[in-house]
């Protein structure tokens, strides 16, 4: 099985702040690495897909990078609604695992 | 409009069984590979099982193999999931979700809510 590490697994940041999540997979996973953003008693929500591809209505301030086993969600300015938990996943294999989440908090 | 709705959820006895299902509307089931995902309370999400779309292909995480199986009925547009053995660790929120592009999943029911208590 693929493990995903995400780091870190929480942090505090002030809106306006320029955050960066990493997810390291534990093998070369292509470009089958995809983030959502989950709010307290909501469904998981698609931010970006394939890498660095943002779904549509997500807001452009959000972005993805990265390549084999090394991926970096980026939120360039964050904003009040973007409190949330983050999760990487990969689907290059199945089982299709997730990153233990990275919780952004004020 | 894709809509993914889940039910069955309910308390049930470890040991016991419980069939979720998953009705889906605007898109074919056999078109998009559907999964089943949970989140136990305070946890992160797990992956448990996927039906590939058109060759319905089945797979499952370790934590639910042999216990757990995926099916869909495509004339009723319905995705499900049989748990049998049920145990206190598959006490969680049960999602269905979409594929999407890149395999990714790009749409999500609001989930259903198993517990396992005795």
């Known amino acids: 099985d693929i493990r995903m590490t995400q780091s870190p697994s929480s942090l505090s940041a002030s809106v306006g702040d320029r955050v960066t999540i990493t997810c390291r997979a534990s093998?070369?996973?292509?470009?089958?690495l995809h983030w959502y953003q989950q709010k307290p008693g909501k469904a998981p929500k698609l931010l970006i897909y394939g890498v660095s591809s943002l779904q549509s209505g997500v807001p452009s301030r959000f972005s993805g990078s990265g390549s084999g086993t090394d991926f970096t969600l980026t939120i360039s300015s964050l904003q009040p609604e973007d409190f949330a938990t983050y999760y990487c996943q990969q689907t290059y294999s199945t089982p299709r695992t997730f990153g233990q989440g990275t919780k952004v908090e004020i | 409009e894709v809509q993914l709705v889940e039910s069955g959820g309910a308390l049930v006895h470890p040991g016991g069984s419980l069939r979720l299902s998953c009705a889906a509307s605007g898109f074919s089931l056999t078109s998009y590979t559907m999964n089943w995902v949970r989140q136990a309370p305070g946890k992160g999400l797990e992956w448990i099982s996927c039906i590939m779309g058109t060759i319905g292909t089945t797979y499952y995480a370790d934590s639910v193999k042999g216990r757990f199986t995926i099916s869909r009925d495509s004339a009723k547009s319905s995705l499900f999931l049989q748990m049998n053995s049920l145990r206190d660790e598959d006490t969680a929120i049960y999602y269905c979700?979409?594929?999407?592009?890149?395999?990714?999943?790009?749409?999500w029911g609001q989930g259903t809510v198993v517990t396992v208590s005795s």
């Open positions: 093998q070369i996973i292509t470009s089958y």
């Open positions: 979700a979409r594929d999407y592009s890149g395999s990714s999943l790009g749409y």
